[in-house]
């Protein structure tokens, strides 16, 4: 009766609020930032509404590749494929288990592989042709420097990367990766970006730059979404 006395007892005491200390490369360092459950959650209904329109849905599968220091976004991710009711596997985006996502990718024969790396299309390369194992799959959201590597073989792929504690994220129109404008602003100063918490943010940021070579583009998108793009070097 110990147990559930102490279960009784934990039920009673406050939850934190914070969900994750997120550390990120600056231009001059890297920084610290918490990140609330509230945020995670706006986050993930943010995620949600940008695999949707993707076309993902309820019976789908997908396989996300991801490290576990990306939580603060990978959990998003995770939180959007189940509330679109989207089986998923998972995989890490380091070089050296490229071996998991080959064996995912022909096993669950996904209709999205969700932040494929360059180190994993540089280990999957020594033993598979990128071109004919990508092709097939419907949405591939790779990273910016995988996007070229993937582009060049035929895969169309869209872009996803952390932008700082941010997540970018690209729609099918493939015109700069879409970020969340109600809970960042996101800029760009003689061609580096840059990233402040938005008001609705309760974990501050000023506006910080990110050591990111890129470019933003404002107005609406193609896909009705009025959230800010960001183009990167590294992807072109
Ligand atoms: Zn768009």
Redesign the pocket.
Known sequence: MARADSLARARTLDRPEVAYLVRFPTADGTRDMELTLAELARDTDWVSERLR?HGLGAGQRALLTASGFEGFWGHAVIGGLRTLKVTYGIAEAMGWDHRRTSVFHRELTPHAVIGLSEQTLEGLAGTTDIGEMFRPTPVVLARPSAVPVLRAVGVSACLISAVGPALAL????R??A?INAAEWRIGERGGQLTLAAGEGRTSPLAETPLGITGAVVTGL?????E?P?VLFAEAN
């Open positions: 329109r690209e729609c099918p129109e015109t700069g879409h998108c193609a896909c009705g979404s959230d793009r």
